[in-house]
């Protein structure tokens, strides 16, 4: 079956460091994006890919870096510039920008 | 830039229950999505519906670009729609999606 793949489901971060969210659809997918959601609150854009090669910044890109060297991997390095990390990060697709979202099940990411 | 409005922000109902959940936009839209966000965080994305009409099951959505907003019907209410409902809407000239604060549904058995 088709979808995108998150992993790890819960990643823990010490202070200092960088890590890396991987996300993974075979829906054959030109946009992915990458979202952050704080307890009881909705999603805020980090970054954006419209096609491979090239990303946008989305509303609190500070802190995360992204790559896109293929159509099917969007991978999120959370870095050590971020403040505050621990939220849940959400990876979506979509065949362009006028088309439904298909969204991974999320990492719950905690610094320690 | 748009503005997003979800009413009402918390709804409690029993099971078997109908609900109306509304979505307003400030500005014209071309993309608008309805999600679900079960209690393990999983978003689902219900309809796509920049405009008309769809139903897929006790689900239906109904958006009235001209008059900027946009419903959710949940007919037969289960526990299993528990969670929160997201609209989010987007323009051509605009990537990102704008999310509402979302309607948190409880559905008691």
């Known amino acids: 079956d088709g979808g995108i793949t998150q992993s790890p489901k819960y990643l823990f971060r010490k202070e200092g460091q960088n890590v890396t969210l991987s996300c993974e659809q075979n829906l054959n997918h030109d946009a992915m994006y990458w979202y952050r959601q704080d307890p009881g609150q909705g999603l805020r854009l980090i970054y954006y890919?419209?096609?491979?090669?090239?990303?946008q910044k989305g509303d609190i890109a500070e802190g995360y870096s992204v790559s896109r060297e293929k159509k099917e991997s969007f991978p999120l390095t959370v870095t050590s510039a971020q403040k505050n990390p621990t939220a849940f990060y959400l990876c979506?697709?979509?065949?362009?920008?006028?088309?439904?979202?298909?969204f991974g099940s999320g990492t719950r990411l905690t610094v320690v | 830039g748009i503005q997003v409005e979800q009413s009402p922000p918390d709804l409690i109902l029993q099971e078997g229950a109908n609900s109306t959940l509304r979505c307003n936009f400030s500005d014209s839209v071309n993309n608008l999505q309805w999600f679900h966000q079960n209690p393990w965080g999983q978003l689902i994305n219900l309809f796509y519906i920049p405009s008309g009409t769809k139903q897929n099951g006790r689900l239906s959505a109904t958006t009235v670009a001209t008059e900027r907003y946009s419903l959710l019907y949940i007919s037969s209410s289960q526990t299993t729609d528990s969670g929160v409902y997201f609209c989010?809407?987007?323009?051509?000239?605009?990537?990102?999606?704008?999310w509402g604060a979302g309607t948190k549904l409880i559905i008691k058995p």
């Open positions: 979506a697709s979509s065949i362009s920008q006028n088309y439904g979202y298909t």
């Open positions: 890919s419209q096609i491979v090669n090239d990303f």
């Open positions: 989010a809407v987007g323009m051509d000239s605009n990537y990102q999606l704008i």
